[in-house]
């Protein structure tokens, strides 16, 4: 089973809005991921969670801030987003030797979920 | 800073052709060439590559890694309506084994 669901596959919302948007995976992978991914252009990596740390922050803005509540689940949490925010949220997870949380010594391949299409109006 | 280029950036063929995608690279510190195939949503998973010369197959869809001309192809032969999508490439280096940089993708379109 290669699955990671991600909810809500469809999400509008304000400028003042908080929304959070959910990803599962139940493969023991201990990486996760969250990418953005505009129109016509290849995703772009926001976070990595490892082991349930935070790993990477590709100096996202502070309004989104992701969490990672335990090992199958990451949220993105969502406030005071803008209309150029709007995009293809796509999560996806890898696995990880034990011990090499932080800075992994084996390329594995990720696995994305089919994503949540959010509009900010 | 790390560099993917992917072409053509897109390609109509006819079914049964058989089509070849290349993707080079400029990374410092080379780990790994992943291909993905993206139709209205997700990537989805198709090789990873990590050695040269090593040609990697699953059904009509085959992929070879040169690292030493800092390239890879993806060949699919028999081609099927079915496989209209873009095709990522994406590489792994430096310190972080995490990190994917894509190529802008190739768009290919197959019609019967």
């Known amino acids: 089973d290669t699955e990671v669901t991600q909810t809500p596959k469809h999400l509008v919302m304000g400028m003042t809005n908080k929304k959070s948007l959910k990803c599962e995976q139940h493969?023991?992978?201990?990486?996760m991921y969250w990418y953005k991914q505009k129109a016509k252009k290849p995703p772009e990596l926001m976070f990595v969670?490892?082991?349930?740390?935070?790993?990477i922050n590709e100096s996202v803005p502070s309004r989104f801030s992701p969490e990672c509540p335990n090992s199958s689940l990451l949220n993105l949490h969502l406030h005071a987003l803008q209309p150029e925010d709007s995009a293809l949220y796509l999560c996806?997870?890898?696995?990880?030797?034990?011990?090499?949380?932080?800075?992994?010594?084996?390329?594995?391949?990720?696995?994305f979920g089919p994503g949540t299409r959010l509009t900010v109006t | 800073e790390d560099k993917v280029v992917q072409s053509p950036l897109s390609l109509v063929v006819h079914e049964g052709d058989t089509v070849t995608l290349n993707c080079s690279y400029e990374?410092?510190?080379?780990?790994?060439l992943l291909w993905y195939k993206q139709e209205k949503k997700a990537p989805t998973f198709l090789f990873m590559l990590?050695?040269?010369?090593i040609e990697k197959k699953s059904g009509r869809l085959s992929s070879i890694l040169d690292k030493k001309e800092l390239f890879s192809i993806l060949n699919i032969t028999a081609t099927q309506t079915g496989d209209s999508a873009i095709y990522l490439c994406?590489?792994?280096?430096?310190?972080?084994?995490?990190?994917?940089?894509f190529g802008k993708g190739t768009l290919l379109t197959v019609n019967p």
């Open positions: 990374v410092t510190n080379f780990r790994s």
């Open positions: 493969m023991g992978h201990r990486a």
């Open positions: 990590t050695s040269s010369g």
């Open positions: 969670y490892s082991y349930e740390k935070l790993s």
């Open positions: 994406a590489v792994t280096s430096g310190g972080s084994n995490y990190k994917l940089t």
């Open positions: 996806a997870s890898s696995q990880v030797l034990p011990g090499q949380g932080l800075r992994p010594t084996a390329p594995y391949e990720q696995y």
